[in-house]
Structures are given as C-alpha cells and as structure tokens.
T-cell receptor
Framework: SQTIHQWPATLVQPVGSPLSLECTVE??????LYWYRQAAGRGLQLLFY??????ISSEVPQNLSASRPQDRQFILSSKKLLLSDSGFYLC??????????????FGEGSWLTVV | DAKTTQPPSMDCAEGRAANLPCNHS???????VYWYRQIHSQGPQYIIH???NNETNEMASLIITEDRKSSTLILPHATLRDTAVYYC????????????????FGKGTKLSVKP
C-alpha cells in the first residue's frame, strides 16, 4: 500500500532563518505531489504541485520554493523565513492518471512556528 | 470548483449513526463530491467520494441526491475516535496537468461523538 511521510513534525525557527521540509511517498510511481498550507482556522491553500521530477508549479507568489529531486521526494524550502510563514504545512500525493475520481492523500503535516 | 455549505457543528452519541449534510447547489456535471476529515494537529484523512451514485466503503457511506445539489456522509456506528472536523469538497479530479490540486476546504463540520 502507499504511504506518505513528511518531516519534521514540528519546528520553531527564527525570522530570517532557512527552512527545509521533506516529504517522501512509498508504494507508487510517478505520483503528483503537492504542498499545502493551512493557517489556523482556515482551509487548505495549495502552494506548489509537481507532475514529475524537476517540474514545479507555483500557485501563489510567496517566500517559499519547492523542489522534486527524485520521483517520490518533494521538498519545501525557504532562504529566509517570515513571521507570516507560520502555519501547518501538508504534503500530499495523487495518482497521475487520466481517470476520474483522482483522490489526493495527505501526510501527517508539519507545524512551523516562526518567532 | 463549486463551494459547499456545512453546519458548523454536530453531536452524535457513541454507537449511533452520524449523518453529516452538505449543500453544493452550484455543483457542475463533472465535479465529484469528496469527504475528508481532520483530527486536530493531523493531516486530512480521505473518507470517500462519489459522482452521482451512492457509495460505501469500510469507513462510511455517501448519499448524493438525484439533483446532486446536496449529499450526506453517514458514519454508521460512530466511535469516540470519529470526533473530528469533516470537510465536504466538490472538485474536478483532473488526473494530471493544470491547477488540479486545489482543494477548497471550507470550515467543515465539527463532529463531537459523546459517550
């Protein structure tokens, strides 16, 4: 069966410091990969998605970047964190298929607090 | 993607069926209804989805009205572990390409299962 893992689960970072969140998917090949952010009491905002190695699409302008160095690895980064980057970050995956009913599955999430 | 309307909260007695309603009156013909739930501090968990027919899996049943303007998620025998925020989403599940990952999570329904 497929599994998705992201880490670290929680981190507290000072303003201006770098960020690296990692995500890996097991049990599937060529997945679509996503990074979301969930601010407190609000819905999910899609930040980045990727349909293949090195292919990254950004949904919103921001202080963050994403990379996909391997098929099942997705990394969320920042060179200098802002206070507004605090939030709950979720990695997700879906099958890359032309079929309908394509479901998105989420990781455990990473809580980032920028101080 | 169409928007959804859910009651902000519901209570359910342990062992009883929990029926969570969702209105999606502006749903279009190619949009699916998805249900996720989120326990505090965890990533959203996929529950079930459907297009027009009723669906059932090991977690829940999904009843979609004939006009597809509303649906009900049924947890047949709620347990304390089912206490969570339940999100109803409508989306076109594009297999690949495009801005396909956007999940417009509203505020959901906070289900409290009580002993």
């Amino acid at each position: 069966s497929q599994t998705i893992h992201q880490w670290p689960a929680t981190l507290v970072q000072p303003v201006g410091s770098p960020l690296s969140l990692e995500c890996t998917v097991e049990g599937t090949s060529n997945p679509n990969l996503y990074w979301y952010r969930q601010a407190a009491g609000r819905g999910l905002q899609l930040l980045f998605y990727s349909v293949g190695i090195g292919q990254i699409s950004s949904e919103v302008p921001q202080n963050l970047s994403a990379s996909r160095p391997q098929d099942r690895q997705f990394i969320l980064s920042s060179k200098k964190l802002l206070l507004s980057d605090s939030g709950f970050y979720l990695c997700a995956w879906s099958v890359r298929s032309a079929h309908s009913g394509n479901t998105i599955y989420f990781g455990e999430g990473s809580w980032l607090t920028v101080v | 993607d169409a928007k959804t309307t859910q009651p902000p909260s519901m209570d359910c007695a342990e062992g009883r069926a929990a029926n969570l309603p969702c209105n999606h009156s502006t749903i279009s013909g190619n949009e699916y209804v998805y249900w996720y739930r989120q326990i505090h501090s965890q990533g959203p968990q996929y529950i079930i989805h459907g297009l027009k027919n009723n669906e059932t899996n090991e977690m829940a049943s999904l009843i979609i009205t004939e006009d597809r303007k509303s649906s009900t998620l049924i947890l047949p025998h709620a347990t304390l572990r089912d206490t969570a925020v339940y999100y109803c989403i409508v989306r076109v599940p594009r297999g690949y390409g495009g801005s396909q990952g956007n999940l417009i999570f509203g505020k959901g329904t906070k289900l409290s299962v009580k002993p």
